[in-house]
């Protein structure tokens, strides 16, 4: 049953685009719910653009408004002044022109971003007017526009051909939204709206992925503008209001902001509500004040997330078959890898590392080495600049003083993301886990950049597009297996319990292929058979010569995996050596005791082993 419900859904969506094409035609629409529709659609391309924008890449980008009116002015001064009534033209024009205008506007965004990048584009929309006026020459001016007609291969575009031609637009827009947005390039703007630094550690640039994001955003406010200009034939600059941005962004939280289509459903409201009620331009603001309100509170996932749930309830109930989760051609199901590809580490090597935060000396002349095939641990209390250290070596910090060298390559102060395309990979305390993806897809955004397929095929479903898409979700599964958790691999990676998010990231950083690998306190709050997994990943890293270097407050664990360990304590290297040489270090000992005498160090250390074996790892002295 799924699985006939799978090959025949396209051919529903076309039953039903051929359905909505004729109605007009058929008399199933009138000229007045024609009108509706069109004025539907174009507000749901609206609305899809700052989905793109604000849903899925988190950017507060509220300048739609403002783009849909470059698209309609453009595409009326193109038709009048030029005499390039072709809709192609226009709808090529206006796109071109909008996309300009957002980057030029996006680039606050890629300095201020939140809500000073909201309160920005919201000022641009206030300025519409104004700027209409100044250009008079090329608008019209307070007086408005009117539009030449629209013409396609000679044929008039008006009546039912403006019908036919507003919902193929919109049609065509809303398929090459959805195969973007659930693609590994829509899974990179959820990456992005959870954090710009999860973003940048996974390889990606920041700020070529939010211009993106902008131009795609752009391009359904442009069509819309266009399109509207062909509509009434006249364009006045009062259509392009503040009150029509908070229109757009109350029917995108109603609709479902995550959601491709999410949109459709919002504009419908929106659109709806205005015709319906008479009183609604007075109260207007009022009624998109109340759209916010109640939606955030009663429905935070939109009409799309209600319909979600209620599908869900519906199968839970036996009513509809549920959907067998995506197959993967990756090993049998009971497989798990014994090894790893090879890794090709490279030595990692620090020299007289310092960083300081103002007058603070968060590390000071730190000479560190870790080799390929081994793995070197930092221990040492909270605070003791371990953390700083990780983020010195990937990059979101940059050296005070020294050089950290890759290789023979110095990187100190290079972007994190050139840094990640040279092979280093790191988890996070606190790991970093997007909200709206699955397990396995999070796994697969490890090789978003080391296996990348581009835009294009992504959005036409080429068969690049598909083998890439199918190699990554098989190399994913395999990972998740050998940590041990492929049985959530379905399950959306942020409702996992801490211990597993780790092993999640410690997969996803094994997906990058990298040759480097930061893991920071990847043991706390893992049981005991998570922590024989986690050690087996990493004894398969080393074996397959990959660099390792781990901060861990786990003791035991430490003697167990490392092969050195360095000891920091504010901000300097304590001691150095093998697991015996500074189980022996009484200058170690007493930073994690405060033993001062001169008892026997291996039976003390052997004590803090039995405690956290016992309780957990313990807090070293100074902790806090």
Not at 62 to 85: D, I, N, R
Not at 146 to 172: C, H, K, N, S
Not at 299 to 320: I, P, S, T
Not at 614 to 623: E, H, L, N, W
């Amino acid at each position: 049953m799924n699985a006939l419900l799978h090959r025949y859904r396209p051919l529903g969506v076309v039953l039903l685009l051929a359905l909505l094409l004729i109605a007009p035609t058929a008399g199933l629409l009138n000229g007045y719910w024609s009108r509706t529709v069109m004025l539907i659609a174009i507000l749901s391309l609206l609305v899809s653009g700052l989905n793109v924008v604000l849903g899925y890449a988190g950017e507060l980008a509220m300048g739609q408004v403002a783009l849909y009116a470059v698209g309609a002015y453009v595409a009326g001064y193109l038709g009048v002044e030029l005499g390039m009534t072709n809709v192609l033209f226009s709808l090529l024009g206006a796109t071109l022109a909008a996309v300009v205008v957002g980057l030029i506007t996006g680039i606050p965004g890629l300095r201020l971003g939140g809500w000073s990048l909201a309160m920005v584009t919201f000022f641009l929309v206030t300025l519409v007017p104004n700027l209409v006026d100044v250009f008079s020459g090329f608008t019209g001016g307070t007086l408005g526009m009117a539009t030449a007609v629209p013409t396609l291969f000679g044929m008039e575009i008006v009546g039912d051909r403006l019908y036919w031609l507003i919902i193929l637009v919109v049609a065509a827009w809303f398929t090459v939204a959805r195969n973007l947005l659930l693609s590994r390039h829509g899974n990179m703007f959820l990456v992005l709206r959870q954090s710009p630094i999860l973003a940048s550690v996974l390889g990606v640039s920041v700020y070529r992925l939010k211009l993106l994001v902008y131009v795609v955003g752009a391009i359904p406010a442009a069509l819309a503008g266009a399109l509207f200009s062909m509509l009434d034939g006249f364009i006045a600059p009062d259509t392009f209001t503040f009150a029509l941005a908070l229109s757009v962004l109350a029917a995108s939280v109603v609709g479902g902001a995550t959601s491709v289509y999410g949109a459709i459903a919002g504009a419908a409201v929106m659109q709806l509500g205005q015709q319906t009620f008479t009183q609604f331009q007075t109260w207007q603001l009022v009624i998109y004040g109340a759209f916010l309100l109640i939606a955030g509170i009663a429905f935070n996932r939109g009409l799309a997330g209600l319909a979600q749930d209620g599908l869900a309830a519906v199968r839970r109930r036996g009513w509809l078959p549920t959907p067998a989760p995506a197959t993967v051609a990756a090993e049998p199901a009971g497989e798990v890898e014994t090894r790893l590809e090879p890794l090709h580490g490279v030595t990692l090597r620090s020299e007289g590392l310092g960083k300081s935060f103002g007058g603070n000396r968060a590390l000071d002349d730190v000479t560190i080495e870790a080799r390929p095939g081994e793995v070197t641990a930092l221990i040492g209390p909270n605070g003791s600049g371990k953390t700083t250290m990780l983020n010195l070596i990937c990059g979101l910090y940059k050296p005070s003083a020294g050089r950290l060298l890759l290789g023979e390559e110095e990187i100190g102060g290079h972007p994190t993301y050139r840094i990640a395309r040279h092979g280093v990979a790191r988890t996070f305390q606190t790991p970093l886990i997007p909200a709206h993806m699955t397990t396995l897809a999070f796994v697969a955004t490890g090789r978003y950049v080391s296996h990348r397929v581009g835009i294009l095929p992504a959005i036409l479903r080429l068969p690049g597009f598909r083998k890439g898409y199918a190699t990554d979700d098989a190399r994913a599964m395999a990972l998740l297996r050998l940590v041990g958790i492929a049985d959530v691999a379905h399950q959306q990676v942020d409702s996992l319990a801490l211990g597993t998010r780790r092993l999640v990231e410690v997969a996803r950083c094994l997906a990058s292929g990298a040759r480097v690998f930061l893991f920071d306190e990847v043991g706390s709050g893992l049981d005991e058979s998570d922590l024989e997994v986690l050690e087996r990943a990493i004894g398969m890293i080393r074996e397959a010569g990959g660099t390792v270097i781990l901060v861990e407050h786990n003791f035991p664990l430490v003697l167990k995996l490392s092969d050195r360990i360095h000891v920091l304590s504010q901000g300097r290297l304590l001691a150095s050596g093998t697991p015996a040489q500074i189980q022996n270090d009484r200058r170690v000992l007493a930073e994690y005791t405060g033993a001062t005498d001169g008892g026997d160090a291996p039976d003390a250390f052997d004590s803090v082993a039995d405690l956290q074996a016992a309780d957990g790892p313990a807090t070293p002295k100074g902790a806090k």
